[in-house]
């Protein structure tokens, strides 16, 4: 047995070996770990432009550059976040390295370990803050509700949500400052009012106004394609603009007397029947369109918007002697203002002013409640229409028409029966207030289910429109459009959506559109964007993402031009380790729950793309197509 | 319920292209592309909003309408030239076995198409259940019973019922799509037999089966060869959301499609090209537009390996509810150069006989004008057929009297007293073509394709109309 005795040379010579200077030569191998002392984003490196910037020793969910400074990185220096790779674009010096990484959404609000390693030897782990920590909502459920709420979610908007919550970011969004989307002195031909749709949805701050007067327009319908210009139709688009947050009410009102409504739809010179059967009748355009889509539908509805049948069959809500009656109050109305801007005004002479031969009876329903002016008891024509507009709105019919039209084009294609009925009642209550429809529609368990039970409605959701997809790719990939674009506005129409050129006043699709048996889907699958995406559309939505990531367009990895700007360096530094990069992409596109199988699948598809540009922006466009984001669910 | 089913969409290969249609040089006269003998074709042209039949086909001097007589007088008395109505001298005259109708002016081709006895006009289609009388209609048309159609005078309503041939707004597939079906029972084709050039409309789809799209469709562009692999991948990503589902199927048709079509038709050639750019050449409208598409895709036939084929296409704006007269003229004098160009390409290449065409419209419009110098939504409209196999020179159906309030009026009511009810039905005019396209009209089929026939006694499916 050999034990060491404190006088043993050797355990001497170790106790002096410890005791020298570090600088010495013997003990410069054990002394080079290397350090952290803090992490910066948003650093002024060339590389590093578009990361949003942070507090110290803060990196955000997405793509990101960062700067760590501390001490002994060699040039072999690697780096490691939450454990997984970091890619180093710069040993910048003993002291500092630039990196390239990806907050990825399940670390949102959480502290995350950042480690370097040098010359085999790892540091401490560093703990830094990532996203947003006390956040009232995750991040995930704040990107489902921006692509409901606004035109595309963005970084910085999903990061002031997390920090407001849902309630408090509607009431900033109603009372954010308005203005005139189109104003009265701009000039140009088209396509510069499609231009300034697209430039407005997909940079200006009063989003959520926007996406509802978006929505408005589809549903009280005008055209350029009959009112001959996009000047003509402007005025019409601002009045609606202003009034997204009133009541419904008013806006039925407001459209009614609107001039480009009344050359729309014919009521503009309508007048009171000649007399006999070989003179002329008042024309029913207007009176058939304000109840068949601005109102109440063709037939009766139950509270949840479904139709009322007998036998199998559908009630009619209207006859056609009930149309002829509305037709004889809206004569009598003439435009004043060749801009379209001043209201139509009434002119009794030619207004149909009997009220005792032959009563116009109006909206009556039978078994249901008696309805205010179910006959109308002033021959004036100001006061005649004042009375049908209240006789319209008293229909129970009024309150899931409209509230499913609004869920529909916020939220998902097939609400259900009692997410209908929850949102009509409080419609109804309200007499229409829009913002509390539109909070009661966004606030609903129905629309927030996704944000944790991802996908477990199977069938939930809609296909973004032309325009959404192609806001939503801009917004979510930092991408500007200016507002003298022809881009968005000629793609937009190749798929079927010419904006301020709807075909009909059935929109550009209808509501009640459903898909065809041969999907061999749900029976009776309300699909109403769908009416547009037939296979030769969506072939050229695969196109359109195509050439606009592949030869330098607005999703590409640069681009600069007339057309506007993009910037995709944070995602391009990323390809050397593409699971990040697809992670990356999906917190901005896919809400950060894109399932691991599609993951699994879209690195397959990438991996044998070599060049950093081409395997981003190969991601970008498969990811772009792809149904999983083409449908928001 | 099963999943859609992929083998209508498994990848669409080109037959054997033959030597004759690809010889590029050397066809000095008549144009190389074969087309099989076999081959027949229907396209349907929809006339998007209502078309205003009333102004289209004009009694001159006939044994129409209830008296047995009814002139030119009658029309002008509700529609006086000092509105919308026509001048006898602006007609086209044409002769209905001996009775004399004028034409709007517009339709100068067509008039002469139907005076060499390829064109027919069919009096008073539309959306019905049964035969209807002003009577049933007074006594149901508030009741919801099935016994009208419902939702009559609304476009979207009536366009699917027209389209569908169901009048109850339930059927999920079109009538021309289940022709479709109906072939594909003895077999799938090579490529969708029904092409639809119409966003959204159901005319086209099956129960089973699914149409091409030509809606959007280019020949020049084409997707690089790695940008589609990577997208075939992704489009069987499958986690459950039915939205999903139908967006991977309409992109992956689109793929499909797109491919096949583009190659057959950069494939046609250059005498068959060159004569179908001629003929629509000075046309630059959205319906010839797609006619000549149409035309492309008909000529490509045998290189897609089909012998028959069935056309949607569509043209808007027949919604003339105010200002109508200028409007209408410039409607039909589209219609009419379309409607020739591709007549006249038919009998270039060879095939006149085989390709029958047809109008739609959801609605005829209201006999008497309103106070805007127009007319508004009414019920049974006038047709025109066109094409080799027609037994045109002649109208098929019977004319209506042209009385407000009259005896074919829906009511005396002034809100009605211009809605004429029709007196064919759309079975019995979509059951004539569909027979002589080749469903059996003894064996079910027929009603399985027109579910109202056996309401229509009088009609017999074997016989047909006769006007093809």
Redesign the interface.
Known sequence: MYTKSLFDPTSIIALVLVLLPTTSPLSAKQTNTPSISGVSTGSNNATCINTPVNAANTIPIGPYCATITGANFGTDTAVAVGGRTAIVLSVDSLTQITIAGAGVVPWDGTAQPVVVTSGGVSSLPFFITVGTPNARVSWSAASRFLDQTTFGPTHDDIVRLQTLGFTTWLIGQFRTPQNSPYGTTDLGEYPYYPSRFFFNAASAPDQLRQRVAFALSQLFVVSADTLGTPENVAPYYNMLYSLSFSNYPTILSAVTISPAMGAYLNMAGNVKASGGPNGTIPSQNFAREVLQLFSIGPVLLDETGTPVTNNGVPVAAYSQTTIGNFARVFTGWNIVDSALISPMVPNNETHDTDITVNPKVLLSVPGGPVLPYQTTTSGDAATELGQALVNIEAHPNVAPFISKFLIQHLVTSNPSPAYVRRVATRFAQTNGDMKTVLMTILLDSEARAGDSNVDGNPSFGHLREPALWLTGLCRSLNSTVTDLSNALPNYSATLGEPMFYSPSVFNFYAPTYALPASFGLQPGLLAPEFQIQSPSEAYQRVWIAATSTLTGGLWSSTFSSPDGYVDLSPYVNLSSEPDLLVDALDAMLTHGQMPTSLKTLLLGAIQTTPPPIQQTTLAIYLLATSSYYQVIH | ?????RRTFLRYTLRTITAGALSRFGAVNALATSISGDYKALVCVFL??GNDSHNMVIPIQTTGGASGKQSFADYA??R?AS?IGLLQSQLLPITVNGDIYGLHPSLQNVSTIYASGKAAILANVGNLVQPTTPALYQAH??????TLP????????QQTQWETATP???A???WG?RVADVFAKSGLPSFPMNV?AS??S?FA??????P???????PS?A??G??T???A?????N?????????????Q???N??AVLAQAINALDIPTSQSIQTRFGNLSDPLSAQLETVAQVIAASQMLGVNRQIFFVAQ?GY?T??GESATYAGLLSTLDNALNAFFLVTQDLGIAGQVTTFTNSEFGR?L?????A?T??AWGGHHLVLGGAVNGGTMYGTFPTL???GPDA??A???????LIPSTPIAAYGATLARWFGVSPTNGDMVTLFPTLPNFPSFNAAAGMGFV
């Open positions: 319920m099963s999943g859609f089913p998007l909003g008395a509700v006086p509105g048309a508030l009741s919801s019973d099935g419902v939702n009559l005078m609304s476009h979207s309503d109850n707004l339930l999920a597939s079109g799509g639809s966003d959204g159901i789809f099956g129960t089973t089966t699914f091409a799209s030509i809606v959007a469709f280019d562009i997707l690089p790695n940008y692999s990577g997208l991948q992704l489009l069987a990503f986690n459950g959301l039915q939205m999903v589902q139908a967006a991977n199927q309409v992109t048709a689109g793929l499609q797109h808007g919604d509810h105010g209201n008497q004008p309103n106070g805007n127009g508004d939504h009385q407000v309030g829906i009511s009511d002034p809100s009605g007293a211009g809605i």
